[in-house]
């Protein structure tokens, strides 16, 4: 399985921006896709994820109401849809899926496959 992540870019306090990640190698049918970020020294944290099957989402609470998280099966593609955006949401943001479990888990090493990461900034 491979993970590609876009749409990140520099951005305004307020902004909106969309990040894509489209997986390829396999079909999936169940699992939990979802979006961490880091910044450099810091560890991976986690901020949304999706029940592949049944829609279901969870995030973290500092983007909870400014973030939404969805899926489009057919195209195998996860989306964060970033709205008023903070230079504290400045991160390199990385997309990630389990397969064999559908529990919404927050830590990164519930994940097995990660993409390469996108650049977000956020100017004040």
């Known amino acids: 399985v491979q993970l590609q992540a876009s749409g990140g870019g520099l951005v305004q306090a307020g902004d909106s921006l969309r990040l894509s990640c489209t997986a390829s190698?396999?079909?999936?049918?169940?699992?939990?896709m979802a979006w961490f970020r880091q910044l450099p020294g810091k560890d991976r944290e986690f901020v949304a994820s999706?029940?592949?099957?049944?829609?279901?989402?969870y995030y973290a609470d500092s983007v909870k109401g400014r973030f939404t998280i969805s899926r489009d099966n057919a195209k195998n593609t996860v989306y964060l849809q970033m709205s008023s955006l903070r230079p504290e949401d400045t991160a390199v943001y990385y997309c990630a899926r389990r397969h064999y479990s559908d529990s919404l888990t927050t830590s990164p090493s519930g994940y097995t496959y990660w993409g390469q990461g996108t650049l977000v900034t956020v100017s004040s």
């Open positions: 190698g396999r079909t999936f049918s169940g699992g939990v």
């Open positions: 999706i029940r592949w099957s049944a829609g279901i989402t």
